[in-house]
């Protein structure tokens, strides 16, 4: 038998599990479908996100930056603690148990908002009479027919393979077997200097690896800021103690008993690279595997993204997608308010994603986010701007942290001050760029933030200090 829902969504990530609540606050009759199943071979909702993305990863990161501290910089304040040593499987289940809380309140808020949940691969399967077939495969191989007056299509993506590096996840892995090694590898090689490579890099290195990134680019994280870029590659290297190759083809990964034996070329010509352990992190490509768009004719772009327009819509009317399998950045909360605004178009609202003002964090230590222009963007666009830089050294909280490195940078027009662009190397600078993001998109000023009241002492006195900066007239520096 058929179940009929107003609205059907595939996938149950950030993209598809806030969709979905969305679309049942507003009155929608839900399902969701998901296919995850985690290491306990149970169902975990939230897709790449919640099971093996940001969460667990930022929870690896803060626990590895707390054995750093402990190991380094606690002497300073006076906190003695004896011999340090490490329990990584205690490390391990700390994240898993946040990861089980979070997937859990997935599952909790589905029945909250009444939305059904089925467990199984999605598939189309043609045209319905009002609206679309969707038929769910449970694991153990049962048939379930929905019917969705919408679809929403939020399958994420995963992780780009590269011939020269098949990932085993024993010895070479994606994500899933970065955030999961048992013992901390003597020498780890990761292959991309990305975001993943550098969160992952630092976790494993900061736990007692030789961590070695390989990354085909000559430039160094060309997305961010080219200051940002420049002082980040130097904090990473020489106080982090990551070697980061830049210009670095790998050509061939060969097992050699209990280790790997990385072959690759740069500007030096052929190079090897010994290591016990390969991260391979070099970007990731939509999910559509098996979802038979072709039944009801919605195609994909020459990358394999599902085509959509500004509005999430496809070229079916009733079809939308949402989050990683469409264009844009890869980025939860960019999957998360896509879902909302498909969810309240749906229902007759009006509603979009802002991707001008979409910020960027990297989890390293110190952190960089940003948003808005970069100033070589800028520059390339032939924008009149200032720009105006505080250091975090110069601020009191930030020396009670101890965490004096990096800078906020704001760039601003030249003509009216309009801020374009506000680029953070800093501690806790995924919690500081959002008041830069309210600044982009309530269209203001520096002389707006300028004359904006900031607590003190607060890191957030550095974004008033560089707002001060671009007119040339900071008061602590
Ligand atoms: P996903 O989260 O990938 O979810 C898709 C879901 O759909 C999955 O559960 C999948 O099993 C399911 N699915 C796929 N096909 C079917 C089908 N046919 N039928 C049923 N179910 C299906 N982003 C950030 O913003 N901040 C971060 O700190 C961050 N850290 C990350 C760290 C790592 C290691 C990784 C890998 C990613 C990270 N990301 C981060 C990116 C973020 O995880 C993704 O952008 C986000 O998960 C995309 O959400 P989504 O809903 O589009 O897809
Ligand atoms: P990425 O695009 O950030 O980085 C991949 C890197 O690999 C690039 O620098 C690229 O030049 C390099 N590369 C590509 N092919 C290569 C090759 N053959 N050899 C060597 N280097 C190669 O991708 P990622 O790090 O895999 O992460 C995937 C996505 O997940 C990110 O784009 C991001 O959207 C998301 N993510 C976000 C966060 C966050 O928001 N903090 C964290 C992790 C992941």
């Given at each position: 038998?058929?179940q ?5 969504v595939?996938?149950g ?20 479908v998901?296919?995850?199943t ?15 993305g ?5 929870a ?11 190991g ?21 289940a700390r ?7 979070l ?27 009002d609206g ?7 694991p153990?191989?049962e048939?379930?027919?929905l ?7 939020a399958?994420?993506?995963?992780p ?11 010895f070479?892995?994606?994500?899933v077997?970065a ?6 590898p003597k020498?780890?090689g ?8 550098l ?5 494993w290195?900061?736990?007692?690896s030789?961590?070695t990134?390989?990354?085909a680019l000559?430039?160094f994280?060309?997305a ?7 002082e980040?590659l ?18 061939q990964?060969?097992r050699k ?11 030096h010509g052929?190079?090897?690279l ?11 490509v939509?999910?559509?595997?098996g979802?038979q768009?072709?039944s ?18 496809t ?10 399998a469409?264009r844009?950045?890869?980025l939860?909360?960019?999957a998360?308010e ?9 229902a007759?609202?009006?509603s979009?994603v ?27 666009q032939?924008v009149d ?10 601020n009191?909280r ?6 004096t490195r990096g800078?906020?940078k704001?760039l601003?027009d030249r003509q009216?001050?309009r801020?374009l662009?506000v ?6 600078a ?11 998109e309530f ?18 006195e ?16």
């Open positions: 038998m058929t009929a829902f107003d609205v059907v595939i996938g990530g950030p993209g598809g599990y806030i969709g979905a609540i969305r679309a049942a606050q507003l009155g929608l009759s839900v399902a969701c998901d296919a995850w985690n290491a306990k071979n149970k169902p975990s909702l939230g897709g790449t996100c919640l099971n093996v940001c969460i667990p990863s930022k690896l990161l803060e626990s590895s930056e707390n054995y750093e501290r402990a380094h910089h606690f002497a300073e304040h006076g906190v003695m603690v004896g011999q340090l040593s490490l329990d990584l499987p205690q490390m391990l994240k898993d148990r946040i990861v089980d809380q997937t859990g309140g997935v599952a909790y808020l589905f029945k909250k908002h009444k939305v059904t949940s089925f467990h199984g691969h999605g598939r189309f399967d043609g045209s319905a009479e679309f077939r969707v038929v769910v495969s449970s153990k191989g048939e379930t027919v019917q969705g007056r919408h679809v929403i299509i399958t994420g993506s995963v780009r393979p590269i011939p020269a590096a098949p990932v085993d996840n024993e070479i892995l994606d994500n077997g955030l999961s090694m048992t013992a901390v020498r780890l990761v292959i991309g200097a990305g975001v993943i490579g969160e992952m890099g630092s976790v290195k900061r736990l007692g030789e961590v990134l390989l990354e000559d430039a994280l060309p961010a800021d080219e200051q940002v870029s420049r980040a130097r904090m990473l290297t020489k106080d982090q103690g990551l070697d980061i190759r830049l210009g670095a083809k790998v050509t990964v060969a008993g209990k280790a790997l034996k990385v072959t690759y070329s740069d500007a052929e190079q090897v010994d290591v016990d352990r390969l991260i391979v992190a070099v970007g990731r939509p999910n559509t595997e979802l768009l072709e009801v004719g919605v195609p994909c772009d020459a990358r394999g993204f599902i085509e959509v327009d500004g509005h999430c819509r070229a079916v009317p009733g079809i939308w997608a949402v989050g990683d469409v844009g950045p890869m939860a909360h960019k998360e896509e879902g909302v605004a498909v969810a309240e178009q749906i007759g609202q009006q979009h802002d991707f001008n003002t979409i910020p960027w964090v990297i989890y390293t230590a110190p952190e960089m986010a940003w948003v808005g222009q970069t100033e070589q963007q800028l520059r390339a032939g701007y200032r720009t105006g830089v505080f250091p975090f050294a110069a009191g930030a020396k009670s942290l101890g965490e800078f906020v704001i601003a009216t001050d801020m662009g680029h953070i190397l800093g501690p806790f995924s919690e500081l760029i959002t008041e830069a993001v309210v600044a982009l269209h203001a000023s520096s002389e707006d933030i300028a004359r904006i009241v900031h607590a003190h002492p607060a890191l957030s550095v974004f008033h200090e560089a707002a001060l900066a671009v007119d040339g007239r900071s008061l602590n520096m």
